[in-house]
């Protein structure tokens, strides 16, 4: 693994606003950023991150299961009681996923952490899986990088394959967001492009646009009723939204399943470690008010720890703790509220200055490809660039 500088397309500009990829640039600042590219070996991609992160997610699919048996776990979580049957069931029912992005930290030797799993609204989808898959293709065409350069990406494909798995032939599917979020907005049109190449029908919807029918059935703003939503909001949200009374009754279903509310919360993360101890792509996590088990567990944290809210995002509310003194504080606190959890502390590597954050693509149950982020500092937020990256030959 290296960051190596490579000069950058002369019309890449063009190319992201002729494809709508309008958040390139945020606040005056490069939010795309092909100065430098990050260079892999094909070991390290399928021994390193690929097959880690599939065992991961089955990992994960373990504890979901784990969770459900057990109301201490449930509240631990902080998910809301009324909806847990409705959790539950979701998860009896075999209701299948579509995606999720780990976040890892890897320097290119010894095993990836995992550093969070957001599997429910992960976004910088539209960069990992259509635009750097250009740049390769434009670099090699250029000779800025090798004929025999490859990326590990076949995002696309693969998310086109699962819905075609888990939808019916030629049904339609809402897809929804925050409306006025040109991310999220990204994101989800990405998804309804996949989902056409699968033969679904896709229509987009604002989600506070989204009402009730007179059936108690959920519409969009056309009073059009929705029988599949691909909803990029997360769940501990729509748990506690207005209409989720109406959850259990509107005859809809959901993409991501209720039961991605367990998946997608921090909490997961200590849940992972009591079930595997040890294992060599996890990093030691406890709820912060196990006071008990973390004192038994100082040993595993001689580089400190980092405190991180059930539900936090963006690099949000997060403490940095070492040798007993914050070293950093998140300047967004917006999640101050939640609960936390404790994880041992894991230094990103740095390199040319920066701290790269892998984050690898799960679809269905398997990783199939990956995009990278980089920050001057060491936590990732929300204007922390997003860098290709190339398989060496």
Known sequence: MQRLRLPERPD????????????SEMYGEPYWD???????SL??????????????????????????????????????????????????????????????????????????????????????AVFQWQWLEDQRAANVLPQGADQFNRIHEALAERFAEICAPGSDVHFAAVGGLVEDYATVETMAYAAREAGLGAHYTDMEKIGLTEEGQFA???????????KLYPWEDMLRDTFAAHLTTAHCRFIEPPWKAILSNKGILPVLWKLFPGHPNLLPAFFEKDITEISRNLHLMTQGHVLKPLFSREGASITIVELGQVTHQSENRAYDTHPRILQAYHPLPQMGGMYPVIGSWIVGQACVGMGLREDPGRVTQDLSRFKPHFIEE
Request: aromatic content about 12%; charged content about 30%; glycine content about 6%.
């Open 34 to 40: 092909e100065s430098s590219a990050y260079a892999f």
């Open 220 to 230: 969009d703003s056309q009073d059009r009723v929705i029988g599949t939503l691909f």
């Open 43 to 128: 070991r390290q991609i399928e021994e390193d991150i690929e097959d880690p992160s599939t065992e991961l997610h089955q990992m994960c699919r373990v504890a979901v299961d784990h969770v459900l048996g057990s109301e201490e776990l449930m509240e631990k979580l902080a998910l809301p009681r009324p909806h847990w049957d409705f959790i539950a069931q979701s998860w009896k029912a075999n209701e299948p996923e579509l995606y999720g992005r780990m976040d890892l930290a890897y320097s290119g030797k010894g095993p990836a952490k995992l550093l969070e799993y957001n599997a429910d609204t992960p976004t910088s989808l539209y960069e990992s």
């Open 12 to 23: 890449w500009k063009a190319k992201a606003e002729q494809q709508g990829f309008t958040f």
